[in-house]
């Protein structure tokens, strides 16, 4: 119970990217069109279309990776596992995903939707720091 307890800092975090990224792994799904449209109209006149396909599908593994990671590793501390394998494959893919969503934004000059990106980053750094 102590190890739960230690770990509060960490769950929070892991709960947090879990909400964050599988909620938006799956509006991806769900909305496969939509999301590609905007993406595409967004950074068409920086890339060519097939690579921001590529891109988005991309964005979409990781996030998908990531929120289910993040929920592995709630698992995890509830069950007493240390190793926290889960907990750090959804933290660094979190982070992964959120590098490729902020260079997309530099990219297409969408500066105020690139500093909300940042502080997701921040939350992903905490749970890195913990982790490691």
Do not use: H
């Amino acid at each position: 119970m102590d190890y739960i307890i230690d770990q509060i800092p960490l769950l929070f975090i892991l709960t947090f990217l879990s909400i964050v990224f599988i909620q938006s792994a799956l509006d991806k799904i769900f909305n496969w069109k939509g999301n590609l449209e905007f993406t595409t109209s967004t950074l068409t006149n920086k890339f060519p279309p097939m690579l921001v396909r590529f891109a988005l599908l991309n964005v979409l593994l990781l996030e998908f990776t990531g929120g289910f990671g993040s929920l592995g590793g709630v698992v995890e501390i509830m069950v007493g596992n240390s190793t926290l394998y889960m907990a750090k494959l959804g933290t660094i893919t979190s982070s992964l995903a959120l590098l490729i969503l902020l260079l997309g934004q530099r990219i297409s000059q969408n500066y105020v939707d690139a500093k909300t990106i940042v502080i997701y980053f921040i939350v992903c750094l905490f749970g890195l720091q913990i982790l490691f």
